[in-house]
Structure formats: C-alpha cells, structure tokens
Antibody, heavy 120, light 110 residues
Framework: EVQLVQSGAEVNKPGESLRISCKGSGYSFTTYWIDWVRQMPGKGLEWMGRVDPSDSYTNYSPSFHGHVTISVDKSINTAYLQWSSLKASDTAMYYC?????????????WGQGTLVTVSS | QSALTQPPSASGSPGQSVTISCTGTSSDIGGYNFVSWYQQHPGKAPKLIIFEVSKRASGVPDRFSGSKSGNTASLTVSGLQAEDEGDYYCSSYAGSMHLVFGGGTKLTVL
C-alpha cells in the first residue's frame, strides 16, 4: 500500500527555522517526484515545488522560490520542506504528494498534512 | 503562473448533475491534456478523482467525468449524492515541470 506519512504539527515563532518531513512507503521511492502543496487557513491549494528523489533535483514555483527549500534523503525514503526564517504568513497546512504521469502532471497519493503555526 | 479560475460555489439536489468549470490559458490547460481534479472534504487531504482530463482515478465512481475544450476544463458530477459535498480543485500542468491549481469550488448538495 502506497503511503506518505508526514511529521506532526508544529508551533513556532517568527524568525525560527523549521523542517517538516514526508516519508514514503509501499512503492519505489526514487521513481516518483514528491511535490509540496500549501493550503492557508480557509484558502485553496497552492503548488510549491517538487523534488526528484533519484537525484535530489528540485523545481520551485516562482511564488515560493527563495522562500523555502525542498530536499530529500533517499536512503530513508523521506522528503523535506524547510524554512530558514519563518513568518506569520507561513501559517498553513502543508501537504506532500506523489507525482505521477508524464512530467508528474497529477498527484495520486497525498500525505495527511502538517499544520504549521507561526505566532509570537 | 496565475491560478486557474473556478467558480467559488456550485450546488445541486440529490440525483441531479452539476458541472464545475476551470479556466486557464494556452500556457496551461490549453497547451496540454494534463488536467486533474481533486476532491477535499473538511479536515482531510485532497483526493485525486480525475487525471489527464478525463481518466477516473482508481475507485472513483463513474458519476464523475472530466472534459476539456480550449482553455477550459470541466468536471461533471452526475447523480449527486450527499457524500459528494466538499471542495473541488482543478490542476493543470503548466510546462517546465510546474503545476498550477484552481482556486477551488465548494460543492453543496441541497
């Protein structure tokens, strides 16, 4: 069974750093890109970017490039999303998802989400 | 990359059909047959229902169907059921390994 299991909810202060994780199982982890999607409170889905677990190549949405870092450790089937300096506006639910199809054009399995709350 | 445009809400009575539109540009929806649709219930992760314009994901009932014409894609839900109520998001491949989502449509079953 394909599963993406994300790390637990986080509460951080502005300016702090943070890394959240997404562990894949039940499939060949290096065969599929892992994407990250943001959902701000009461809002829609926003595609942030993706990582190729086979070679760690990353691709970011222009809206998020430079604001977050996506990485992967294929030895433990885990992808990461990290911030070096959180802002209150980073408060959101973050989902990882497996990208399938030509050029990863759809997301077939999703993690349960990680709620990040940034507040002083 | 601008978000795709969806109506904020749609509704229908049980047994009726409802269609949700998703409008993009020639750089995303119009340029590729790579439109997907996701269903999200409150407090849950999104779930893939349609991929590559009209293919149903595994386990999705045939009441759900997708289509595309030019820069606009559509999701039709036939024979509405109470459990179809939720938020629906379209997505399109936008080139350069990028995806873009629509703003979402809240479907209410009256």
């Amino acid at each position: 069974e394909v599963q993406l299991v994300q790390s637990g909810a986080e509460v951080n202060k502005p300016g702090e750093s943070l890394r959240i994780s997404c562990k894949g199982s039940g499939y060949s982890f290096t065969t599929y890109w892992i994407d990250w999607v943001r959902q701000m409170p009461g809002k829609g889905l926003e595609w942030m970017g993706r990582v190729d677990p086979s070679d760690s190549y990353t691709n970011y949405s222009p809206s998020f490039h430079g604001h977050v870092t996506i990485s992967v450790d294929k030895s433990i089937n885990t992808a990461y999303l990290q911030w070096s300096s959180l802002k209150a506006s980073d408060t959101a639910m973050y989902y990882c998802a497996r990208a399938e199809g030509v050029d990863g054009n759809f997301l077939d399995y999703w993690g349960q989400g990680t709620l990040v709350t940034v507040s002083s | 990359q601008s978000a795709l445009t969806q109506p904020p809400s749609a509704s229908g009575s049980p047994g009726q059909s409802v269609t949700i539109s998703c409008t993009g540009t020639s750089s995303d929806i119009g340029g590729y047959n790579f439109v997907s649709w996701y269903q999200q219930h409150p407090g849950k992760a999104p779930k893939l229902i349609i991929f590559e314009v009209s293919k149903r994901a595994s386990g999705v009932p045939d009441r759900f169907s997708g289509s595309k014409s030019g820069n606009t894609a559509s999701l039709t839900v036939s024979g509405l059921q109470a459990e179809d109520e939720g938020d629906y998001y379209c997505s399109s491949y936008a080139g350069s390994m990028h995806l873009v989502f629509g703003g979402g449509t809240k479907l209410t079953v009256l």
